[in-house]
T-cell receptor, first 113, second 114 residues
Framework: GNSVTQMEGPVTLSEEAFLTINCTYT??????LFWYVQYPGEGLQLLLK?????DKGSNKGFEATYRKETTSFHLEKGSVQVSDSAVYFC????????????FGTGTLLAVQP | NAGVTQTPKFRVLKTGQSMTLLCAQD?????MYWYRQDPGMGLRLIHY???????AKGEVPDGYNVSRLKKQNFLLGLESAAPSQTSVYFC?????????????FGAGSRLTVL
């Protein structure tokens, strides 16, 4: 079946460090892929997305490339800030027109000054 | 623009009690969803709706009922709450369309069942 696997956290980094959060997926067909972010006490919000192979999604300095050959969508940022501390969820859209998402378990990122 | 609003934000119930969570969106979205978030399990889809008057089961529907009498509202009901339903519940909505469309989430409702 369809599933998303992302690296377990927490991930603790110092400010200005390089960030990678791994995400791999299993799906039939060609799903769209997403990264959502959840700041403390808030709901999830879309960070970036990619709809087809080799697409690169980017936003707020974060990037992720849809790699069909490795079924991956790893999240990267060159220099993290304290304000990036949050839980990051990788997700895929498997429901076609109904927009149903399957989420990974989430990765907590803590950035220390 | 309020987006997606959930009420209440917090609630404590005793086992066997009933309650309803209300989700309201002002974006004229066709689709609405209820998810639950549990530690180590990410978000799991409970029920969803593709339009006014329609509902469908998601991944974990047991113990919950939903209604979509108005396009802007999606209600999640617990008829007889159980401790296993202690969780944070998120409502989301989206436009109808292709798989590239994205969900807008509410801020969540934290439910504790004693």
């Amino acid at each position: 079946g369809n599933s998303v696997t992302q690296m377990e956290g927490p991930v603790t980094l110092s400010e200005e460090a390089f960030l990678t959060i791994n995400c791999t997926y299993t799906a039939t067909g060609y799903p769209s892929l997403f990264w959502y972010v959840q700041y403390p006490g808030e709901g999830l919000q879309l960070l970036l997305k990619a709809t087809k192979a080799d697409d690169k999604g980017s936003n707020k300095g974060f990037e992720a490339t849809y790699r069909k050959e490795t079924t991956s969508f790893h999240l990267e940022k060159g220099s993290v800030q304290v304000s990036d501390s949050a839980v990051y969820f990788c997700a895929l859209n498997y429901g076609g027109a109904t927009n149903k998402l399957i989420f990974g378990t989430g990765t907590l990122l803590a950035v220390q000054p | 623009n309020a987006g997606v609003t959930q009420t209440p934000k917090f609630r404590v119930l005793k086992t066997g009690q009933s309650m309803t969570l209300l989700c309201a969106q002002d974006m004229n979205h066709e689709y609405m969803y209820w998810y639950r978030q549990d530690p180590g399990m990410g978000l799991r889809l409970i029920h969803y709706s593709v339009g006014e008057g329609t509902t469908a089961k998601g991944e974990v529907p047991d113990g919950y009922n939903v209604s979509r009498l108005k396009k802007q509202n999606f209600l999640l009901g617990l008829e007889s709450a159980a401790p296993s339903q202690t969780s944070v519940y998120f409502c989301a909505s989206s436009f109808r369309g292709s798989g590239a469309n994205v969900l807008t989430f509410g801020a969540g409702s934290r439910l504790t069942v004693l």
